[in-house]
């Protein structure tokens, strides 16, 4: 499968190719391919061990009278001898669903996978800008990630304070077993996830700025690219403070400061801490915190720009428009992080000036939501698994998002807030949109990462059962929370208030049994298909996009040959009169406008001429290869 | 017997999704008819999908419309507080607003992935952008947001900021602890006296400073059962002794964390005694329903409740407390069996002046002394 890669002076890794051998090639590699495949499998398989965690608390909450003994051959003790888990483990489960499923697998796994999947195949490069850099990116999410795994197996348990893990809670063990080394196992393996993504942002963002084949301009880039451009800035800038969050928690547990922690009682003893501020962590938590929330959904929202448009056989609506609401959310989703705090505490004429804030967030994201929508209005869609996924996430996003208005809305969320209904909306929003936008990517982007098609009938099976399970599991949730029912509780029978609806959760354990089998499903698929799937022919989705001009497996260097030139926007799809310039409803970007002077708008007429000077003489791919026809 | 048909069950739907996978593979290779890939475009399914995304929405807005309005009566908590009455119409009012907002974009999402599914010879219009629509896409959410946050608005600085509260209230000071509340009145003087972490002992939960003259009228209950009467403003002082807790208040629509060091507060007005509210209660069906733990009905039941909201540990989803709303002349009857926390305690309260007198020359040494061996006393920051 090796594709020798021609020597090409802009190719700095031609040295390698010659002695690559199984550990280069599929461990220590830095091609940005097999990194991206590396981020994948690590991101599906956290993907299942989070969700499984997730099924064993909603055992717990769905049928709170059940007798678990069934599980003590994976929890040990943690099950009781009477049958029931212990509830710091349910705290421990909630803790390490959060973590998994937001970092490891919808950051990681997502961007991770795809940011550095698409951004040289789409953009015409070689490779990332350091390949060096971007193989320590994903060793780095490595280790972080055995240490997060091996937590689970602590004796006393991983971190257990919510995946926010708030001080003083988490710092001290005597007030949570799991803030004993498993929240020293959490600090740590944050950190090394942050200098994982710190490196790959680095990557994304100078190989967007610098490789970009001739031709292609900011104006030119598929919104994948701007998405997973915008995301990396986004996350160059808030990481940094979440790891000065996590820093200064170590500090607080380890060498005995008081950042955080002041006036404590506990354990029979009172701490010598005094000064700290509990708030202070929480600012700087959300700074990282609500910024993140966009880091997982940008990509997606990327992911299904581009299938969607694909499939619709449609340019996607308000190309600029999309960028520029890219842009404004990602400007604001810096100055909106107290929204997750408005009684904590803090100044409440602060909570008013979030509520403004956070509410003007919200129209950048409907203008993307409209613009979905008016994307399918007319088209001629094909309902590929992707596409099917992509539409799936659109309406997460507005089911998920309208919610966030009520949220927003400081005086409503003084009731609301830490109750499920939050939960609700964001695993709609960001949890359930986010995954869908993974999935999309893997069913659309497949064929180019394994030369070979997902079985789309399991695919059809699998959207179906997800798409209608999320909503059972998540839509019920809403009404659990109208009733005031916190997060985070182990059980619902020591409040009056709270003794109704059992029905109502059992239904919704059942819901998320099934909707988490239905990922099995993928899960066969997936790994069936990377051996045994149908070959894939090269451009399966008649895509306009650069990655499908290069051969079915692509070798380290992804073109064989000079690097096509790009001429037009991603989304020639359907243009009028593309037939009498023998295309047929795609013209892909590397095609000049000078080939098509039919279908060409007036001012694209225009560039010909500089396209005669400047491009075409020097590029080689127009005589070898052909243009699709 | 649970487990074990959640057991079956998932094999036999894993079962069913490897039957039909080997069936469908087996079906499509005996029965490709040669020509049949003539148009590759699209799988055969195409328009069942689209007809899918008609039918599971319809059936989902069905159910949720359906639970929504049979259950109304059991999902919603009867509120009786001044914030409440300010906060219930509008969480209404943004509620219909929003349901219609899901209503029209979802449907407008499956209606067109429905109406504009793939045709052999259709096309698609090529339309990339209009700019007067994107205008007032911004627009018109924009202008819906903007009323709704000034409504809201409104009733946040009522409810939050301190310079609108009643000058009035009666001061009560509420404590979570891991894993209960403990609370304190401010007594005649309707001021509460100073405490200290570093007071805390077996005898002395609250670490109420005895040398600090406010605390000799103060009283500490025994047990987190707040007396307050309706219609008079209380000011919550609210602190945690340990960790974060969270002092929620669902009936009442309140709430507000109790953090470590920073003394936060909430004020409320109850609109309804607690038998007032299980009057009313009592002519709802779904508060005649019997609970099964108690084995009365549901409505005998209420009581107004404080719930932690926020994680504290292994006992937060118990950390419970209880607010009577009731009359003034119930409410004198109540306290005049209280006594002050100074005077039930006196032997104690003797001994502990010397000790807090110690404790507050020395400063910090003592705690120094007392820290966990092994950690290290640095400057605070
Ligand atoms: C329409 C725009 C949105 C608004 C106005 C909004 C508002 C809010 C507010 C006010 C909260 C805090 C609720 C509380 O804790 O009481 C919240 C929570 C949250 N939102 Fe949104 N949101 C919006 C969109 C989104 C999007 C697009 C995402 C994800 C991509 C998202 C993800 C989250 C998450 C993860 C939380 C909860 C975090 C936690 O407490 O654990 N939201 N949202
Ligand atoms: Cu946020
Ligand atoms: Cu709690």
């Known amino acids: ?148 795994f091996q937590s689970l197996f602590l004796e006393n348990g991983p971190a257990a304070g919510g995946w926010v893990v708030y001080p003083p809670l988490s710092a001290l063990p005597q007030a949570l077993k799991g803030s004993g080394d498993g929240m020293t196992y959490w600090l740590l393996s944050m950190t090394f996830f942050i200098v994982s993504q710190l490196l790959g942002g680095i990557n994304y963002i100078t190989t967007v700025i610098n490789l970009r084949t001739k031709g292609m301009s900011f104006s030119r880039l598929p919104l994948t690219i701007w998405a997973f451009f915008i995301t990396a800035i986004i996350g160059l800038l808030s990481f940094p403070v979440l790891f000065s969050a996590a820093l200064l928690l170590m500090f607080d547990r380890m060498l005995g400061t008081s950042f955080y922690l002041s006036d404590i009682y506990v354990a029979g003893q009172a701490l010598h801490h005094t000064g700290g501020s509990a708030i202070l962590y929480q600012h700087l938590f959300w700074f990282l915190g609500h910024p993140e929330v966009y880091i997982v959904l940008l990509p997606a929202l990327g992911i299904s720009s581009e299938v969607i448009a694909t499939n619709a056989r449609k340019p996607i609506f308000g190309y600029k428009a999309m960028i520029l609401s890219m842009l404004g959310i990602a400007v604001l989703s810096f100055i909106v992080w107290a929204h997750h705090m408005f009684v904590t505490g803090m100044n409440p004429f602060l909570g008013t000036i979030f509520m403004f804030l956070t509410l003007i967030i919200a129209v950048p994201s409907a203008v993307k939501a409209f613009n979905y929508i008016t994307t399918l209005w007319r088209g001629n869609i094909r309902f590929t698994p992707a596409m099917l996924f992509s539409i799936g996430l659109v309406s997460f996003f507005i089911s998920g998002g309208v919610t966030g208005i009520i949220l927003g809305n400081s005086a409503l969320d003084i009731y609301l807030h830490d109750t499920y209904y939050v939960v609700a909306h964001f695993h709609l929003v960001m949890g359930s949109a986010s995954f ?194 | 017997m649970i487990q074990l048909i959640l057991v079956f069950a998932a094999i036999l739907i894993i079962g069913i999704f490897f039957a039909i996978f080997r069936i469908s593979t087996l079906a499509s290779a005996v029965m490709k008819k040669p020509g049949a890939e003539k148009d590759s475009q699209v799988s055969s399914g195409n328009s069942l999908h689209g007809a899918l995304f008609i039918i599971l929405p319809l059936i989902g807005f069905g159910a949720a419309g359906w639970y929504g309005y049979k259950y109304f009566g059991i999902y919603t908590q009867p509120h009786a507080s001044e914030a409440a009455s300010q906060t219930e119409p509008l969480f209404w009012i943004a509620t219909a607003i929003i349901i219609a907002m899901f209503v029209i974009t979802n449907v407008a999402l499956f209606y067109f992935a429905y109406k504009y599914r793939y045709r052999q010879n259709g096309k698609a219009h090529f339309y990339p952008d209009n700019t007067k629509l994107e205008i007032v896409w911004t627009i018109v959410p924009a202008i819906i947001l903007t009323t709704l946050i000034f409504t809201g608005w409104k009733a946040w600085r009522n409810i939050m900021y301190e310079a609108n509260a009643p000058k009035n209230a009666q001061v009560i000071e509420i404590m979570g602890y891991q894993f209960a509340w403990m609370v304190r009145y401010a007594g005649e003087d309707n001021k509460i006296g100073r405490s200290d972490f570093r007071y805390v002992d077996a005898s002395n939960a609250m670490g109420l400073d005895f040398t600090d003259p406010r605390t000799n009228d103060d009283i500490q209950l025994g047990q987190a059962e707040i007396h307050v009467v309706k219609g008079k403003p209380i000011e919550l002082k609210i602190r945690a002794r340990d960790v ?34 299980r009057q009313e209660l009592s002519t709802r069906p779904e508060w005649q329903v019997i609970d099964e733990t108690t084995g009365k009905a549901r409505f005998q039941n209420f009581n107004y409740e404080i719930a932690c909201q926020e994680v504290c540990g292994r006992g937060h989803f118990s950390m419970r407390a209880v607010i009577i709303v009731e009359t003034q002349e119930e409410y004198d009857k109540w306290l005049a069996e209280q006594q002050p926390y100074v005077e039930k305690n006196k032997d104690y309260v003797v001994k502990a002046i010397e000790k807090q007198k110690r404790i507050k020359k020395e400063g910090l040494t003592t705690m120094r002394e007392s820290a966990n061996k092994g950690v290290r006393q640095t400057a605070s920051f």
């Open chain 1, 436 to 629: 869908f936008g993974m999935m999309a990517g893997v069913y659309h982007w497949f064929p180019k990462m394994f030369g070979r098609m997902m079985d789309d009938r399991l695919g059809y099976i699998h959207f179906w059962f997800t798409f209608a399970g999320v909503y059972l599991v998540f839509f019920p949730m809403h009404f659990i929370g109208i009733a005031g029912f916190p997060r985070r509780y182990y059980s619902f029978t020591a409040f009056d208030a709270f003794r109704i609806m059992a029905d109502l959760n059992s239904f919704i354990s059942i819901a998320a049994i099934l909707t988490f089998s239905a990922q099995l499903v993928f899960g066969f698929n997936f790994f069936y298909s990377i051996f045994r799937g149908r070959r894939a022919p090269l451009n399966p989705w008649n895509s306009n996009t650069l990655e499908w001009t290069t051969p079915i497996n692509p070798g380290h260097g992804n073109w064989v040959g000079q690097i096509p030139y790009v001429y037009r926007w991603a989304y020639d799809y359907s243009k009028p009169n593309a037939e009498q310039d023998g295309f047929t409803d795609f013209i892909p970007q590397n095609v000049p406008y000078s080939q098509t002077p039919n279908s060409n708008l007036p001012y694209e007429n225009e560039l010909i001429e500089i396209e005669k000077e400047e491009m075409l003489p020097t590029d080689t791919t127009l005589h070898t290869e052909k243009v699709p026809e």
């Open chain 2, 244 to 277: 974060l807790h969270s002092v929620s208040i669902p009936h009442f629509r309140q709430k507000m964390d109790a953090v470590p060091g920073m003394p936060t507060r909430m004020t409320f007005v109850p609109t309804m005694t607690t038998a007032e509210m």
């Open chain 1, 1 to 148: 499968m090796a594709v020798a890669v021609q020597h090409d002076d802009a190719h700095v890794h031609d040295e390698h190719e010659h002695h690559e051998n199984f550990i280069t090639k599929y461990i220590f590699s830095t091609d940005h391919k097999m990194i991206a495949k590396q981020f994948l499998i690590s991101g599906i398989l956290w993907a299942f061990i989070g969700g499984l965690l997730s099924i064993l608390f909603r055992l717990q909450l769905g049928f709170p009278e059940m007798d678990l003994s069934f599980l003590r051959f994976l929890l040990g003790d943690w099950i009781d001898a009477t049958g029931k888990l212990d509830p710091e483990f349910y705290l421990a489960l909630v803790t390490m669903h959060g973590t998994i499923m937001v970092f490891f697998v919808l950051t990681a796994g997502l961007s991770g996978t795809f940011s550095n999947f698409l951004i040289p195949l789409q953009i015409g490069a070689r490779d990332m800008a350091s390949g060096f850099m971007n193989m320590l990116s994903f060793w780095f999410f490595f280790v972080s990630s055995v240490l997060m």
